[in-house]
């Protein structure tokens, strides 16, 4: 699908600007609650797509940047004065420190990388997350089966069903410590 028509699609299907945003509140105390004690965190959002998660932070956090490959999202999140990194999400994170990052967050993209790949961005994830950061991580749930048998095949970029035991046996086995 080109980068435009996969605009069109996150426009249709995902919802309106206002309408993420309000989604994301759901998270609001779990990243309260870990960046109270941080002086200058930095978040990254890996896969930022139109960036409403970025938009959320940016008025009170500088060191907030989103990774996105699609030009056609990256010229949205720019309108909005967001930080973004055209690259490679696998590529960007080799650039950072370890133990660097506060909050990583993946929206609804690790359904769309094969297993190889997917695994070697939860590994740099790990390296660049702080000890005490947070990985959140997003993606449509197979045990819900209107998902599983319907809208995951609504987008033709997804290629893995991430199942929620597998995801988690994945992580720990990486080295994150407290899988929810």
Not at 93 to 110: G, P
Request: include cysteine; proline fraction near 2%.
């Amino acid at each position: 699908m080109s980068e435009k028509r996969y605009l069109d699609f996150e426009n249709r299907f995902r919802g309106g600007r206002e309408k993420i945003i309000e989604q994301f509140s759901k998270y609001d105390q779990i990243i309260d609650l870990i960046l109270k004690d941080v002086k200058s965190p930095l978040i990254l959002d890996i896969g930022c797509g139109r960036g409403e998660w970025l938009q959320k932070f940016n008025p009170n956090i500088y060191d907030c940047y989103g990774i996105e490959r699609n030009p056609e999202m990256i010229r949205i999140c720019k309108s909005y004065g967001l930080n973004i990194i055209d690259a490679d999400a696998i590529k960007s994170l080799s650039n950072f420190k370890d133990n660097s990052i506060h909050l990583i967050s993946i929206f609804h993209l690790i359904e769309h990388l094969n297993h190889s790949d997917l695994y070697i961005l939860l590994e740099e994830c790990f390296r660049v997350l702080s000890n005490d950061g947070i990985l959140l991580i997003e993606t449509p749930s197979i045990d819900n089966l209107l998902v599983s048998s319907n809208s995951f095949y609504l987008d033709n970029t997804h290629i893995t069903h991430i199942n929620s035991q597998a995801i988690k046996f994945t992580l720990e086995i990486i080295g994150f410590k407290y899988v929810k």
